[in-house]
């Protein structure tokens, strides 16, 4: 089975690009929110998170996101201890994700991971596709979403491995510095290429046998 893992800086086009992979059929997973759910559910995980960011980073029962991100990424030191408690809680859920899924005769998977080379798990992917495009372009499709400061995104940014170091570990680099119709298309040749490569067809086999 080949595992595809997806990344990219803030902004970068990564959704997106989820989107279009969607049409194959092929399972995906979005690392991102499983950490979350590991954070608030897994009973190890929270008792981890409150010994190294206080007892009040859960209230009532739940997770104070905010609170966490404020103590968590303030520095990478910081954020290391914090990929150290949820690195190896995810690294266990794909591993019994992907042994079910592979004995269920998949053939091919895609995780978006906005974090998969800073929590070091790029191992854990077949073929490695980063998304790419300019910080100020990044920058602007951010703060259009209306959901963050321009502070907050640019110090989220500087949290992030640099671009360049990104592409230098990518098996793939998707540039999206172009509009919509430009990303679309190099997605679909990516696409093309990276079936003849893995020898697997365009649109996942199992497909009509799951929905
Ligand atoms: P984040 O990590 O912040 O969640 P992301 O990498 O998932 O971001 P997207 O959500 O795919 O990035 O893209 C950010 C915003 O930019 C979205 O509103 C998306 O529709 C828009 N966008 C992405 N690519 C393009 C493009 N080529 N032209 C115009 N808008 C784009």
Known sequence: MIRFGLTGGIGSGKSTIVALFQKSGYPFFDADAIAKQLLDKDTEVRAAIQAQFGEDIYSGGKLERAKLASRAFCSQDKQAILN???????????????????????????????????????????????????????????????????????????MQ?????????????????GNLRELVSAWETLWEKLCARYQIPLVNPLRERLV
Do not use: W
């Open 84 to 158: 150290r408690i949820v690195h190896p809680a995810t690294e266990n859920y794909f591993k019994k994700v992907f042994q079910e899924l592979e004995a269920a005769g998949e053939l091919a998977l895609l995780v978006e991971a906005s974090m998969l080379f800073e929590a070091d798990t790029a191992q854990r992917y077949t073929h490695i596709i980063v998304v790419t495009a300019d910080e100020s372009v990044r920058l602007q499709r951010a703060m259009q979403r209306g959901l963050q400061s321009e502070a907050d995104i640019k110090r989220r940014m500087r």
């Open 161 to 177: 491995m640099p671009e360049a170091e990104k592409c230098r570990r990518a098996h793939d680099v998707v540039i999206n510095n």
